[in-house]
């Protein structure tokens, strides 16, 4: 035998063992996978057919991620429900979809919410049950963040940021949930963010009320699973909003700046189109952003150590950029 003939047989070798390998190892893995999907599409497809006349409550659609989940679940002929603080907004986002001139659509209604009103939010239910008589999907997106690092964060902020994003959601879930109870149907979802996932500096109160969102709905959703209410918590990476420049700083004062992070993070059309597609497929618990944030999230615990090291980089890093700018 030559040496070229024996290079050839190992070759082959390779590429059986490469075969045996993907045979006997990733085929059974692969296989159930591929078909999960499909199955998971066509329900998804099924269920998209039962989307138009159904009753879509979203908080915080005066901008960002509300407005443009606004657009998504109105297109699939939705009667969506749009409430924030600030109903001129609103009015515009209405216009907007109005303006799409699809047909059959229903007209959006605006309602006024401060989700940091908590004593305000029954009565906000009231009104809300008071234009088609039930909610079939609420979505708590409306939130804040916060840029500043917890020794110079005034207790009232880290208050404010807690009330916002966590009991204004607990509140307005708990004060519907009693009608979704009776129907016995009915889709919670819950917009958290990566950071409810692993923390990172200057974002001690941001992730603290993301984090416990996603406690309480966690715990929701074991209650009513066997009541035909489904709860998702949707955690995006960054998204290009406004939601640096309507940031907190420690005093809170409004940060009013645009992040470098934020201005390069995923459209949200892109984003509402995953959530709308979170809620048809069920999906409880949904992670939506870059490789980075993946890892991070992993990281944190998989191997804490490392991840706390990494973060403690960054901090100091934060730090010293901003000194530079004062
Ligand atoms: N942008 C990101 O990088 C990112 C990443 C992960 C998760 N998220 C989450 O996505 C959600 C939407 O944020 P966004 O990025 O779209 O930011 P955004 O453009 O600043 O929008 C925030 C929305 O929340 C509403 N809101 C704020 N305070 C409120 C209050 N007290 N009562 C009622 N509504 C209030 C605002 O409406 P009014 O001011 O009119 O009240 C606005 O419509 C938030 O929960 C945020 O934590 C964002
Ligand atoms: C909840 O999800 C299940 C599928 O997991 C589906 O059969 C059911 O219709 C959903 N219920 C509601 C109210 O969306």
Not at 14 to 28: R, S
Not at 32 to 37: I, K, M, Y
Not at 75 to 99: F, M, N, S
Not at 114 to 122: K, Q, R, S
Request: charged residues 20%; positive net charge; glycine residues 6%.
């Amino acid at each position: 035998m030559k040496v070229e003939d024996l290079n050839k047989c190992a070759g082959s070798t390779d590429w059986n063992v490469l075969y045996w390998v993907l045979g006997t190892i990733l085929m059974p893995v692969a296989l159930p996978l591929a078909l999960f999907n499909i199955w998971q599409r066509f329900r998804a497809q099924k269920y998209r057919n039962q989307l138009p006349g159904k009753v879509v409550l979203i908080t915080g659609a005066s901008s960002g991620v509300g407005e443009a989940l606004a657009h998504v679940f109105y297109k699939a002929g939705c009667k969506v429900i749009l409430a924030a603080r600030r109903t001129l907004e609103l009015e515009r986002v209405k216009k907007d979809l109005l303006a799409l001139d699809l047909e059959p659509a229903y007209p959006p209604t605006v309602l006024g919410l401060d989700l940091a009103e908590l004593n305000t939010i029954p009565d906000f239910v009231t009104r809300v049950l008071g234009v088609y008589n039930q909610v079939d999907i609420l979505i708590n997106n409306g939130g804040i963040s916060v840029r500043a690092d917890v020794a110079s964060t005034a207790v009232d902020v880290d208050l404010k940021i807690m009330v916002v994003n966590y009991f204004g959601s607990v509140a307005l879930t708990k004060a519907l949930l009693p009608s979704m109870l009776k129907r016995k149907s009915g889709h919670i979802c819950f917009i958290s963010s990566v950071q409810g996932k692993f923390a990172i500096p200057q974002r001690a109160a941001y992730s603290a009320s993301k984090h416990a969102m996603q406690a309480f709905a966690d715990s929701l959703r074991s209650e009513v699973a066997s009541k035909n209410i489904n709860v998702s918590t949707v955690s995006p990476g960054y998204v290009r909003t406004q939601l640096s420049l309507n940031a907190l700083t420690g005093t809170g004062k409004s940060y009013g700046k645009m992040d470098d992070s934020t201005a390069k993070g995923m459209s949200p059309d892109k984003l509402a189109e995953r959530i709308l597609k979170c809620i048809l497929r069920n999906e409880p618990d949904i992670l939506v952003s870059d490789v980075q944030a993946k890892v991070a999230y992993y990281l944190r615990h998989l191997c804490p150590s490392l991840f706390f090291w990494i973060m403690a980089k960054r901090a100091l890093k934060l730090e010293k950029a901003e000194k530079k700018t004062g």
